[in-house]
Structures are given as structure tokens and as C-alpha cells.
């Protein structure tokens, strides 16, 4: 690169030379072709930097995400349902076991009412 030799006052190290014997090792082109890559490498790492700076710019940010959509009638009514048949399904339990209080089944239920069911209801 004559241009960045100019600018540091001509220095160039294409004449470095080591003379061991009769052979002559030419390090100084080694390291002239060193500092040239360098060079390069530099400026196209500063122009991929400029140019994902920019498309970062132009990329908008997300919108934030919408609020979920509220349910339809027909998913209301099936909550409920679902909902009076869990509610059925303890009263019918509660009645099992108080009409089967030794037996088997009626510990299940005992179980069953207390254990799973977040919701106690009086009985009917």
C-alpha cells in the first residue's frame, strides 16, 4: 500500500531481510502483507458496522402485542356448562358419601370433595 507508506513518511518493509548463510528470508513482505491485511480487514469491519448501524434504524419495533380477544357466546356458554357440570358432579359425590359413609366408595368421595375440589357447596 504506497499511499499509507507515504503517509508515515515512506516507510515500507518489502526490503527487510535476514541473510543466514547463503539464503536470504525476506520477513519484511511477511509483514508488509500483515499490516496490509489489517488494514483492510479494518475498514470492512467499520463498513458492515455502518451498515447494520442503518438497517437497525430502519427496522420499526414491534407493536405491542394485542390484547387476546374476548371470548365468543358460544365459548361462554360452554364455560358455563362445563362449570354446572363440576358443580353437579360434587353435589352427586357429597350425597354418595353421606349415604355411604362406611363403605369404600363413600372414603372416595370423602377424598375426592376435600382433596380436589376447590370449591365446597352446601348440600342439597
Keep these: 500500500m504506497p499511499l499509507v507508506g507515504m ?5 515500507d518493509f ?5 541473510t543466514i548463510g547463503k539464503a536470504q528470508v525476506m520477513y519484511g513482505n511477511f509483514i508488509q502483507n500483515v499490516i496490509d ?5 479494518f475498514c470492512i469491519f467499520l463498513i ?9 434504524r430502519r427496522t420499526k419495533e ?18 358455563e356448562i362445563r362449570d354446572l357440570l363440576k358443580i ?3 353435589i352427586l359425590a357429597s350425597k354418595l358419601f353421606f349415604s ?11 377424598v375426592f370433595i376435600h382433596h380436589f375440589c376447590p370449591l ?3 348440600f342439597q
Design 120 to 122: 365446597v357447596l352446601p
Design 88 to 90: 353437579e358432579a360434587i
Design 62 to 79: 414491534p407493536a405491542a402485542p394485542e390484547a387476546p380477544a374476548e371470548p365468543s357466546n358460544e365459548e361462554k356458554l360452554l364455560s
Design 7 to 11: 503517509a508515515l513518511g515512506g516507510l
Design 100 to 110: 355411604t359413609r362406611h363403605s369404600l366408595v363413600g372414603c372416595f368421595c370423602f
Design 37 to 41: 491485511f489489517l488494514i483492510v480487514a
Design 14 to 18: 518489502k526490503n527487510l531481510s535476514l
Design 48 to 56: 458492515v458496522k455502518g451498515i447494520n448501524s442503518l438497517t437497525k
